[in-house]
């Protein structure tokens, strides 16, 4: 079965402090990424997607990910994160023909 | 554009009653999804409507967990009778039929307890 890995669970950083979220994925075939965000007491959001084209992919508010075919990665990255970044982010794979997959979630705590 | 809209935005219940969920997509989206997010993890599909059309259902625990989206826009999702594992947040999502159909657009949810 498909499945999508985040490794990190819980992320504590300063502000101004660079970020990477992890992202892993099982399967072969064409994917579409998504990375999903849900701050604290609204909705789930989407920060980016990738569905071909330039594997370095630039969402809202600073953030980027980068699909590596052969790691079957995606993962999320942040120069400089601030405290509104505060949040739980979900990396969701859409294989071809099947259903969104989303991984467990990080939660990320930015400290001024 | 208004968002993706979900009632109530919490439900308390004891276990072996019965629950009803509300969703109205965005408009003009087709596709109708309904998904399970347990605390600590992550959604979980349970069924996707295309119209008012089933594409896909096997995740849902059809002996208790039922779901309708008659006219092919707003859905219900019942719950019959209820168990504590079911306590979690029901979310809805939509997507267009037109352009980037594979975007799901995601409503508030409603966080269910079952005591």
């Known amino acids: 079965a498909q499945s999508v890995s985040q490794h990190n669970h819980h992320v504590i950083l300063s502000e101004a402090a660079s970020l990477e979220l992890g992202c892993n994925y099982s399967y072969g075939g064409t994917v579409n990424l998504f990375w999903y965000v849900q701050y604290p007491g609204q909705h789930l959001q989407l920060l980016l997607k990738y569905f071909s084209g330039d594997p370095l992919v630039k969402g809202i508010k600073g953030f980027e990910a980068e699909f590596i075919k052969s790691k079957f990665s995606f993962n999320l990255r942040k120069p400089s994160v601030q405290w509104s970044d505060t949040a739980e982010y979900f990396c969701a794979v859409y294989p071809n023909t099947d259903k969104l997959i989303f991984g467990t979630g990080t939660r990320l705590q930015v400290f001024p | 554009e208004a968002g993706v809209a979900q009632s109530p935005r919490y439900k308390i219940i004891e276990k072996r009653q019965s629950v009803a969920f509300w969703c109205n997509p965005i408009?003009?989206?087709?596709?109708l999804y309904w998904y399970q997010q347990i605390l600590g993890q992550g959604p979980k599909l349970l069924i996707q409507f295309q119209n008012n059309g089933v594409v896909d259902d096997s995740q849902l625990p059809k002996d208790r967990f039922s779901a309708e989206r008659l006219k092919g826009v707003d859905s219900t999702l019942k719950i019959q009778p209820a168990k504590l594992e079911d306590s979690a947040v029901y979310l809805c999502?939509?997507?267009?039929?037109?352009?980037?159909?594979?975007?799901?657009?995601f409503g508030p949810g409603t966080r269910l307890t079952v005591l």
């Open positions: 999502a939509s997507s267009s039929n037109l352009g980037d159909t594979d975007t799901q657009y």
């Open positions: 408009s003009g989206h087709a596709t």
